[in-house]
């Protein structure tokens, strides 16, 4: 074949996993050879006996652009004339000779469902504007930064009520100045989006995808989304993508026994789906198709200047018997999934060496080490979710407070392996679908208690070391359970309780960014540090935010799940001086002065005593003193 794309080096690094821009080379590129203007394709089908091109180019004729194998599994084709904006598909000719249409794994675009076929793209025609940002986070760490995020459905955050179709979609150029608007009102540092990549089936959310190459048309086309991400960079807001590396759905254009054979999943049928999801499960003990996840992730960062992955189903790729009732073990009888072992070390470690982006574990295993260097046994996440964290709150939430002196532990655990991990504590959209309730009503008592429960839950996770992750609708206390085809009941923030809910986090969320010791995490056990974590009979707790040498810049904070008033309530202060509050649930909290008495409280020299009103919670900043000279040693080591 003349004018071979897909050279003897890109089938080298293909085969052994380690293409890692394989994105430029895959699918279909526009491209000039001997001075005519075209698209090149390249398509990776082994058992395929033919394949050709079908496109509204050739009037959608079998057989007319006809694919040339070039190797054992490679097929190109150079089509003149073709140009961007082209809709195609790959017709072929499966292993046991029947003729299917399937689209193209890796297109840069995909037509809008129920449509399904992909669309010639150019992405190298956006000028981009966040040089300032990328250069900004450079080799930073991310660790000793604040991360606030805003999860978000891009449907149904809000809905256009002027257009007639059934979505009422925003585009994301309307997307983005609106939402970049919110979030730096709100204080959010970034936004975490579900469902980008193509997926066909509305109701999976975007979890179920077929174009790992594709940003979703449902909000327009691949440059208006350049155009998102770059908004949201040049008003200083980091961008997350949820990624699905771990399942794909069984549609019939799709990845699915797509030359006729399980090319992409499994063949081995105890390990070829999630019974559960309905889907195929990836083989990532192909090199092939492990390279076609890593390009994925690589394409999202480098192309469109993603800055972290959120990788969904982590546990279900990491034990063989996730969601299984019969299994195959691995070569030493255990039940992990050995080759995701080896995928995300290799992804974690080279998205590391090469970018400045990371990627986010939503795992619920209790398999150690995933924050881990990859080189020291780890897997190499930069952050990892803190499922326990997550659902041993809510169980404490859901329990009357009457009852809850015998479930205190459950908030108090979670203390004790916070930095056992680089975690995140989320408030997903997970906690508030399938009957789940929103965030407000998995409390107990009526409105005002709810309400007032719900700010003492966000004070206490500010507070909990840990970034943070809350989903759309939660910071103003939405009372119906997320529904993806509705947008948010952005009129709640009219009433009065609501409303007191949305100020209170949003001071929450610019207390967080402003204090180190509330977002560096790096300085560990150290810089969290109980003052009474057994106030069991009061559902009390108090601990203190610090530096790890010395108790400048510290914050007290007490957090009352009580719907009692605590009169000259005590509590125990690590230094002398005035101690200001400087935040409270209550609106008319702040601010307010305590002269710390010198008396024995809580294990310590020094008392507060204040009023605590019912399910309030309150911050204290520490005042500053003097470092002993063991502090100043530990400070400047």
């Known amino acids: 074949m003349q004018n071979k794309f897909f050279g003897e080096l890109d089938r080298y690094l293909f085969h052994h996993g380690t293409h890692y821009e394989l994105y430029n080379k895959m699918g279909a590129h526009l491209r000039q050879v001997d001075g005519v203007w075209g698209v090149h394709f390249v398509l990776w089908a082994p058992n395929a006996r033919a394949v050709c091109v079908v496109s509204d180019g050739n009037g959608w004729t079998p057989w007319r652009d006809v694919m040339e194998k070039v190797d054992d599994c490679i097929w190109e084709l150079f089509v003149p004339g073709m140009c961007e904006g082209v809709k195609y598909k790959y017709l072929i000719v499966q292993a046991d000779g029947s003729e299917v249409q399937k689209t193209d ?5 995909t037509e809008l469902r129920p449509s399904n076929a992909s669309v010639v793209a150019n992405l190298d025609r956006y000028e981009w504007g966040d040089a300032k940002w990328r250069k900004e986070k450079k080799g930073e760490n991310f660790l000793e930064k604040p991360m606030a995020v805003y999860e978000v459905h891009l449907g149904s955050w809000k809905k256009d009520l002027s257009k007639w179709d059934e979505d009422q979609y925003f585009d994301y150029r309307r997307l983005a100045h609106e939402l970049a608007e919110y979030i730096k009102w709100m204080g959010y540092t970034h936004i975490e989006l579900m469902g980008i990549c193509e997926y066909p089936f509305d109701p999976s959310w975007g979890y ?15 440059d208006d989304f350049m155009y998102f991400v770059d908004h949201m960079h040049q008003n200083g807001i980091g961008v997350i993508l949820d990624w699905v590396p771990a399942h794909f759905p069984k549609d019939e254009f799709g990845l699915a026994n797509f030359d006729g054979t399980p090319l992409y999943e499994y063949a081995d049928p105890l390990r070829a789906e999630y019974p559960e999801w309905g889907t195929k499960a990836f083989d990532l003990g192909k090199k092939e198709v492990s390279n076609f996840l890593i390009a994925s992730a690589f394409f999202w960062v480098e192309k469109y200047h993603v800055d972290a992955l959120r990788v969904d189903a982590v546990a279900a790729m990491l034990y063989n018997s996730f969601g299984r009732g019969e299994w195959r073990p691995n070569q030493y009888g255990g039940n992990e999934n050995l080759e995701s072992f080896e995928f995300f070390r290799h992804l974690n470690s080279v998205i590391r060496q090469r970018t400045d982006a990371f990627l986010i574990a939503e795992d619920s295993s209790i398999i150690e080490g995933i924050t881990k260097p990859a080189k020291k046994g780890g897997f190499g996440f930069g952050l990892k979710w803190n499922m326990g964290w997550m659902n041993d709150g809510i169980k404490y939430y859901n329990t009357d407070p009457i009852f809850r002196p015998y479930h205190h532990g459950l908030m108090t655990h979670t203390f004790e392996y916070a930095f056992n991990e680089n975690y995140m504590l989320v408030l997903s959209h997970d906690e508030v679908v399938y009957g789940k309730g929103s965030m407000i009503n998995k409390f107990i008592g009526n409105k005002l208690d709810k309400l007032g429960s719900l700010k003492t839950c966000y004070t206490m996770m500010m507070g909990h ?3 943070k992750l809350l989903f759309m609708g ?9 529904n993806f085809k509705t947008g948010l009941d952005w009129f709640l923030c009219d009433d009065e309780g609501h409303r007191g809910v949305l100020e209170c986090y949003r001071a929450l969320l610019h207390i967080y960014t402003s204090y180190p010791v509330l977002y560096n995490d790096c300085g560990g056990p150290a810089t969290c540090e109980w003052i009474n974590s057994g106030d069991y009979n009061r559902n009390i707790f108090t601990f203190i935010r610090r530096n790890p040498w010395n108790y400048n810049n510290a914050l007290i904070f007490v957090c009352n799940f009580a719907p009692v008033e605590r009169v000259e309530m005590g509590v125990g202060a690590p230094v002398d001086g005035v101690y200001k509050r400087i935040f409270s649930t209550y609106p008319d909290g702040n601010p307010l002065e305590i002269q710390a008495k010198e008396e024995l409280c809580d294990g310590r020299k020094y008392k507060l005593i204040f009023n605590l009103r019912p399910y309030e919670s309150c911050i204290f900043e520490v005042p500053f003193h003097e470092s002993t ?3 100043i040693k530990k400070e400047t080591s």
């Open 208 to 222: 179920q995808v077929t174009g790992y190459f594709s940003p979703t048309a449902r909000y327009g086309t691949p």
């Open 105 to 109: 794994p890796y297109a840069y675009r």
């Open 465 to 467: 070391p840990g970034k």
């Open 629 to 631: 000279p063991e502090e």
């Open 474 to 482: 939660q910071d103003f206390a939405q009372e119906r359970e997320w």
